[in-house]
């Protein structure tokens, strides 16, 4: 049987709905756009939903169900399917002559197995070549979150961006609570660096601390010198 051009129209996608919702299985034959398998004869056995894929409808050849899209098939003409059955069930004599060249890259058949049916045979070589898988779209996760710990002029801060997106702008922390965030993260060497800041602001306090009470301690003396004099 000739490859087929043209497939279903709207019309005719509705008429093969109509038949099976009234239990029949309408027979299409294969259009070119189909392949290796063009002019071969199949069933309608379902139609999906159109909307999820083009390819919706699901047609029976040899033991395999398959999508195919409305253009892969069309309405097959009266007696097509017992032609084909016919061809089908004639058996032909076994020969070591190479099969057509969509078959020569499968492994040979074992010669245990050169008994089976070549109807069989037919349904097996005749199997349309593997669809291209659809690639699923990954759904965008949100945007990465970044939080800093920064320590500079004597202080400590902290800010948040997520992307581009500043969440927080950099506000001061007090360096327990620096201290107590830097805790989190176990990294070698990070805890130390923070606490080497933190007592070199200690013991540059402990200076001024005491130059402020020396020069109190001036003040008071001062103080005390006057209220005599008075």
């Known amino acids: 049987m000739g490859a087929v051009g043209q497939g279903l129209s709207t019309d005719e996608v509705q008429s093969i709905r109509e038949a099976l919702a009234a239990g029949r299985k309408p027979k299409v034959v294969f259009t070119s756009s189909a392949g290796q398998i063009a002019g071969q004869v199949g069933q309608v056995v379902e139609l999906t939903d159109p909307s999820v894929s083009d390819e919706f409808v699901v047609v029976r050849f040899g033991r395999d169900e398959l999508p195919f ?3 892969d098939v069309a309405v097959a003409p009266r007696g097509a399917g017992r032609r084909v059955a016919e061809v089908k069930a004639e058996p032909e004599p076994v020969s070591p002559v190479a099969e057509p060249e969509f078959v020569l890259d499968t ?14 045979q037919q349904q097996v070589e005749s199997k349309p070549p593997a669809r291209r898988p659809v690639k699923a779209v990954k759904p965008k996760g949100p945007a990465g979150l970044t939080v800093t710990l920064a320590y500079a002029d004597g202080e400590w801060t902290v800010a948040a961006q997520q992307g581009a997106k500043s969440l927080a702008k950099p506000y001061v922390v ?21 606490e080497q800041i933190l007592g070199a602001e200690r013991a540059e306090a402990e200076q001024q601390a005491e130059k402020l009470r020396a020069e109190l301690a001036e003040i008071e003396a001062r103080l005390a010198e006057l209220r005599e004099v008075g």
């Open 107 to 120: 492994p040979q058949v074992p010669a245990a197995r050169r008994e089976e049916p070549i109807v069989e």
């Open 174 to 194: 007090k360096p327990a609570e620096a201290l107590r965030m830097v805790a989190l993260v176990d990294v070698p060497g990070v805890q130390e660096a923070v």
């Open 69 to 71: 899209s409305p253009a």
